[in-house]
T-cell receptor
């Protein structure tokens, strides 16, 4: 069974630009969650999607948004990038709930210059 | 407010030695407690998951314990190897419909030869 995949793995952008990250969950998993991890920080929850609906949302500004497609694939978008958005963005999938056993992707390393 | 606290923040041990990492939580209502291992720059990988009725779970050299009464968990690593050097994250989920997870900040373990 293929694991969670994320694309791209690395990304370099400049301030003010926008970026879209993609996540393909494990086949059959319907819950997809996104997290931000900065150096020395724990995982910060961004949002969770289930059946194409955002079910939970963390405390991030509206510049961070996401969506989920009918095949459970998910994208997250960050608009008007700031230097502080530089981080490892992790996607995790689980069967039904964010609180079930999660399987994480390798992450997308975003650098904002 | 749901919280997960891990200790110590960092730990250095010699190869072959044992160590124990701690996790205290205040998440309620409790659903499950998970331990993850995260290598630098990679996504977390699940080690163990325990529900309310389980008080110990092993995965090779990793053994997790759970005391639901005191809301404490520990992760014991025996005969440490250099490859055990990583961040270990404790995650506790609540028992609501969405199963929201609360992440600890992790313990950084360094195993030296």
């Amino acid at each position: 069974k293929a694991g969670v995949t994320q694309t791209p793995r690395y990304l370099i952008k400049t301030r003010g630009q926008q970026v879209t990250l993609s996540c393909s969950p494990i086949s059959g998993h319907r819950s997809v969650s996104w997290y931000q991890q900065t150096p020395g920080q724990g995982l910060q929850f961004l949002f969770e999607y289930f059946s194409e609906t955002q079910r939970n949302k963390g405390n991030f500004p509206g510049r961070f948004s996401g969506r989920q497609f009918s095949n459970s694939r998910s994208e997250m978008n960050v608009s008007t990038l700031e230097l502080g958005d530089s981080a490892l963005y992790l996607c995790a999938s689980s069967l039904y709930r964010e609180g079930d056993t999660q399987y994480f992707g390798p992450g997308t390393r975003l650098t904002v210059l | 407010k749901n919280q997960v606290e891990q200790s110590p923040q960092s730990l250095i041990i010699l190869e072959g030695k044992n160590c124990t990492l701690q996790c205290n939580y205040t998440v309620s209502p409790f659903s499950n407690l998970r331990w993850y291992k995260q290598d630098t720059g990679r996504g977390p990988v699940s080690l163990t998951i325990m529900t309310f009725s389980e008080n110990t779970k092993s995965n090779g050299r990793y053994t997790a314990t759970l005391d639901a009464d005191t809301k404490q968990s520990s992760l014991h690593i025996t005969a440490s190897q250099l490859s055990d050097s990583a961040s270990y994250i404790c995650v506790v989920s609540d028992n609501t419909n969405a199963g929201k997870s609360t992440f600890g900040d992790g313990t950084t373990l360094t195993v030296k030869p």
